[in-house]
């Protein structure tokens, strides 16, 4: 796993969303972040620096600095019956999304909400041990672009 610059953000390479919003997660970063194990992704949004958002599961979201999302809105323990919807919570916007081998689909309306859409080229990062990120601008995207080598999941 390439780190672009010296001090950086490391990165597992490039996820094109499709055209049904199919985003195929590397699989170096399934393993890593254990989603083996989770039937879902819970996607909240990414910094302004760098945009798009992250995900992680239920687990790792219960023990991040996100865990009082939790408290309020308790339904996000049991979703199947809010998948694809997003909800606000202070500045993020969270989503919850079935895994589906080693992918997950989003809903256009949501993902518009990341300031993603069809198409859109995702640099996968470690952004943290809570969540991968999944990122859209910033000066990362700009020396990515500069990195050929790059893997792209399609």
């Known amino acids: 796993m390439p780190q672009l610059v010296k001090g950086g953000k490391k ?19 399934f393993i890593e972040y254990q989603f083996t194990n989770a039937q879902n992704a819970y996607l909240f949004s990414g910094s302004k620096k760098s ?9 790792l ?36 999304i079935p895994f589906k081998y080693r992918s997950i689909t989003v809903p256009f309306d949501v993902l518009k909400l990341y300031g993603v859409k069809k198409g859109s080229m995702l640099l996968t990062v470690r952004g943290s041990y809570v969540a991968l990120g999944f990122i859209v601008k910033g000066p990362i995207i700009e020396e990515a672009k500069r990195h050929p080598e790059l893997k792209i999941y399609e």
């Open 61 to 96: 979201l219960k023990s991040s600095q996100f865990s009082d999302i939790l408290n309020d809105h308790p339904e996000l323990e049991n979703p199947e019956a809010i998948f694809g919807n997003s909800i606000k919570y202070g500045p993020r916007i969270f989503c919850v």
């Open 11 to 29: 990165t597992f390479g490039w996820s094109r969303v499709n055209e049904t919003g199919k985003i195929v997660i590397p699989p170096d970063a």
């Open 51 to 59: 945009g798009g958002f992250g995900i992680t599961t239920f687990d």
